[in-house]
């Protein structure tokens, strides 16, 4: 390790952090080290749903009471 960083935890977070680093028999810092590297190593939520978004076209005018229902209450009409 060549640095060092300062952090703030609330009492809760410093309670949990403790606990899990005893349930590892570890210390604090190496749990939160790991926990840092997972949570930098994450893709991010956009990144995560990015290839599922898109859009589906209806036609204006259907007879399928379901899909009127629909229309009338999208608010981005």
Known sequence: MNATL???LG???RAALSKRARELQKTESEVARELLAAGL???SAWEDISDLLGSVKLPKETTDPWRKK???R????
Request: charged letters at 45%.
């Open 41 to 43: 190593e994450h893709a």
């Open 11 to 13: 009492k809760q977070q």
């Open 74 to 77: 999208n608010w981005r009409k």
């Open 6 to 8: 300062t952090i703030r």
């Open 70 to 72: 629909l229309r009338e």
